[in-house]
């Protein structure tokens, strides 16, 4: 390793031992319209949608990011001082049936009333269409990426790599989403 990504990264984690929050914010707000901007090209945009980065961008800055801080530091008081498989299989059981159906709601809500302005009924109908196809296959992704950051990953860098993961997972929904606009233009 180089010492200036070593340095680069001694900073940042300084910086999330000073600042765990805000720091968590803008990586997290920095990899969600890094994701946007990929899922843009990947659909072959020529010209970037900036609002819709920055809109994306919003979205794990102000909700993903505090959202996932929180919600780890509410696991380790849950099953605080436990260790082991088994209690990792409990964390990951516990997020896949609360917080990953939240979060696929809320952004799918996100994207069709923010990203693309459709109206309330629009956005309601398109979420019965699609909402079990998405929490499916969330459901085959997601619990692999909890058990390795339970099980292997320290407390504060949790939001940092379900982050890098929801960024990637967040390419899905945009090109998911894109589609189904595209058939209903």
Excluded at 9 to 23: F, I, N, V
Excluded at 63 to 79: S, T
Aim: net charge positive.
């Amino acid at each position: 390793m180089s010492e200036v990504v070593k340095d680069v990264w001694s900073a940042y984690l300084k910086q999330l031992q000073l600042h765990p929050l805000r720091t968590k914010a803008i990586t997290s707000g920095v990899l969600a319209g890094s994701s946007d901007v990929i899922a843009q090209k990947i659909a072959g945009n020529k010209k970037l949608q900036l609002r819709r980065i920055f809109l994306i961008m919003l979205y794990g800055f102000g909700y993903a990011a505090p959202l996932g801080h929180f919600f780890h530091k509410l696991m380790e008081k849950i099953f605080k001082g436990k260790k082991g498989k088994e209690t990792t299989a409990k964390k990951v059981l516990l997020e896949q049936l609360t917080i990953s159906p939240w979060n696929n709601l809320v952004f799918m809500t996100y994207y069709g009333l923010v990203l693309d302005r459709r109206p309330f009924s629009q956005v309601k109908s398109k979420i019965k269409k699609d909402y079990s196809t998405v929490q499916l296959t969330a459901w085959k992704f997601w619990p692999i990426v909890s058990w390795i950051n339970y099980q292997y990953v320290p407390l504060q860098l949790r939001v940092l790599f379900s982050s890098f993961f929801a960024a990637c997972w967040a390419v899905f929904l945009n090109l998911k989403a894109r589609a189904i606009t595209a058939k209903k233009d």
